[in-house]
């Protein structure tokens, strides 16, 4: 993110990142109450926060997480498709 701060970058638009801060702990909800909304309703930001991609701090650290060896074969492919159009991923 920034200097002294994590966040977690779940999107973009245009040139602005959409992020999350992850410092706002709470509980886990059990599984066995994902159905009731009321549970769910403090875990998601009542708007979205944005930042200029050209801010993040040099020093981020990007993490996937692949489900399968399929879905890491394809996030393989999309990156390499990244760099050929010019993108600098390292």
Known sequence: GTPHRSLY?????????????????????PLTALGDP?????YSCGA????????IDPSLAVGFY????????QLREHL????DD???LG
């Open 86 to 88: 010019g993108y600098v």
């Open 38 to 42: 009321g549970n769910l309703s403090t």
């Open 48 to 55: 979205p926060k944005f930042m200029r991609s050209d801010r």
């Open 9 to 29: 970058f779940v999107g973009a638009k245009g040139t602005e990142l959409v992020y999350l801060d992850p410092h706002h702990s709470q509980e886990c909800v």
């Open 66 to 73: 692949c489900r399968t060896p399929a879905e890491f074969t």
């Open 80 to 83: 390499h498709q990244l760099q």
